[in-house]
């Protein structure tokens, strides 16, 4: 028996191969499949099941693709109502993998169909749970993202994944291995650790979700502090529930090469978003004008899918050398399959052509000391909630990234003001996002918070972020 946690940082989501005696099965798989099958290929095994341990809305599976490639049957648990062929199995079913047994346990709460996989080793020995966004490690999955779905109330779907946990989980033995299907940095929940793997029992000592006194503390624990899911969720839903285009045509289509005139005039006829995933180091020093700066070497999908919402968006590229594929793949696993294409050259092909382009202001932190004036000028903090209240420039404004959709109508663009997050990515995000809706009265601080904390520019005192945290 082998089990690989296949893991994707920019998503901090983990899929798994597991192979048994020349049969295979695969549980969460991300949308390209090609990894997959390269394993399948080298193991010389046959994918016989595609385990999905629910609807995921922060990323499209591949389960369709993966299916109809290889002939696998895709498996979800009780009560999923997909609407293409597929395995809906009862709580307790047994599904045979060569010389293991992979048992269904639904365990609803963060979603009605929610299951966790239950692996039974070639001695019929429980080995593993595969435990989805029911069991994270440190954190439970939060259970708001089904109420339009369930009719039900956060609380209401809290009360059953405490029910689950209780009843299907934890009776299991302490040395089960957990393997979940998000770790640090996912929006589908609160307090992660950063491991990716870990034992049930240690998990039932160190879980603050699994160590509450009653029911009515957990369900308060864990829909405390929930910040709202990003509004592409719900698209992702729809698109894993209800199918979507072959992934090889998306990447075909995407990686269309457009000269500048062809990237020009796309860009006129279709009102396109233009997107460019350059670092933000060069971004700055010179883009096409109306560019969204989300650069690759980041959280790059989860920024696009947070900020641009609408997964039907037509979208043309802008990247580095070679980097186009990786775009285009890194879009379609949160459903942004409507890429144009690219423009073949980059940006050095538009600076080449003559075209206008426009550039962002930024400065590093020791002239933002030289020039910063705390009793008059204004500081724009983009980091998230925790991290401002644990450290910042004093009187400046917190103004999450994520919201930057809502925030922005109150800036006032007279007024000049200094932008920064904690290390310059998504400062520079949001810079672009400032510019390309004409507000441009504003100085972006390289380097960000790090940068900032070794100036003498007024701070607060620190607040270990641990302090912060409501659970």
Same mark, same amino acid.
């Given at each position: #028996? &082998?089990?690989?946690?296949?893991?994707?940082?920019?998503?901090?989501q983990g899929a798994?191969?597991?192979?048994?005696?020349?049969?295979?099965?695969?549980?969460?798989?991300?949308?390209?499949t090609k990894p997959y099958l390269?394993?399948?290929?080298?193991?010389?095994?046959? !994918? &016989?099941?595609?385990?999905?341990?629910?609807?995921?809305?922060? $990323?499209?599976?591949?389960?369709?693709?993966?299916?109809?490639?290889?002939?696998?049957?895709?498996?979800y648990g009780p009560t999923a109502n997909a609407s293409f062929q597929c395995i809906t199995a009862s709580d307790g079913e047994l599904f045979k993998v060569g010389d293991i047994n992979i048992k269904v346990l639904h365990t609803p709460g963060h979603t009605m169909?929610?299951?966790?996989?239950? *692996?039974?080793d070639e001695n019929q020995k429980e080995h593993c749970i595969f435990s989805g966004d029911t069991l994270f490690l440190g954190d439970v999955g939060r259970p708001d993202l089904a109420q339009k779905a369930a009719n039900m109330t956060q609380e209401e779907l809290a009360? !059953?994944?405490?029910?689950? !946990? #209780?009843?299907?989980? !934890?009776? *299991?033995?302490?040395?089960?291995?957990v393997y979940p299907a998000h770790g640090a940095g996912s929006a589908c929940g609160k307090n992660m650790m950063k491991e990716t793997v870990d034992t049930l029992g240690n998990q039932k000592k160190l879980n603050y979700a699994l160590n509450q006194p009653s029911k009515s503390h957990f369900i308060k624990a864990v829909t405390d502090g929930l910040l709202p899911p990003p509004g592409y969720f719900g698209m992702n839903v729809a698109m894993n529930k209800q199918g979507y285009a072959p992934f090889d045509k998306v990447l075909t289509e995407g990686t269309k090469p457009l000269s500048v005139e062809a990237f020009e005039a796309a860009a006129e006829e279709t009102g396109a978003l233009i997107l460019d995933t350059r670092d933000p180091d060069l971004f700055f020093r010179g883009y096409i004008p109306q560019s969204v700066n989300i650069g690759l070497n980041g959280d790059f999908a989860p920024w696009v899918g947070a900020l641009m919402v609408d997964v039907n968006q037509p979208i043309l590229l802008v990247c580095s050398e070679g980097k186009q594929e990786e775009s285009v793949t890194r879009l379609s696993r949160i459903g942004f399959d409507h890429v144009i294409g690219f423009l073949s050259g980059g940006y050095e092909a538009w600076l080449k052509a003559g075209k206008p382009v426009d550039t962002i202001e930024r400065i590093n932190a020791l002239l933002f000391e030289e020039n910063y004036d705390p009793q008059t000028d204004q500081v724009i903090d983009v980091r998230r909630e925790?991290?401002?209240s644990a450290e910042h420039v004093e009187n400046a404004y917190n103004k999450p990234l994520s919201y930057i959709n809502d925030w922005i109508k109150d800036i006032d663009p007279k007024q000049? $003001?200094? *932008?920064?997050?904690?290390?310059?990515?998504?400062? #520079?995000?949001?810079?672009s996002i400032l510019q390309a809706r004409g507000y441009r009265n504003f100085t972006e601080i390289g380097g960000g918070y790090k940068a900032i904390a070794e100036t003498s520019v007024?701070?607060?005192?620190?607040?270990?972020?641990?302090k912060l945290m409501k659970i």
């Open positions: #028996m &082998k089990i690989e946690q296949i893991y994707t940082g920019c998503l901090a798994y191969y597991i192979v048994s005696n020349g049969e295979a099965a695969i549980v969460d798989p991300l949308r390209e390269d394993r399948l290929a080298k193991d010389n095994v046959q !994918l &016989k099941y595609i385990f999905e341990t629910h609807f995921h809305a922060d $990323f499209v599976s591949g389960h369709i693709d993966l299916s109809q490639k290889t002939g696998a049957q895709i498996v169909e929610s299951s966790t996989f239950l *692996l039974l009360g !059953l994944l405490y029910d689950s !946990l #209780m009843n299907k989980i !934890l009776p *299991l033995s302490d040395d089960l291995i925790s991290e401002f000049h $003001f200094f *932008l920064h997050c904690a290390g310059g990515y998504r400062s #520079m995000i949001a810079a007024p701070k607060t005192d620190f607040v270990c972020p641990s």
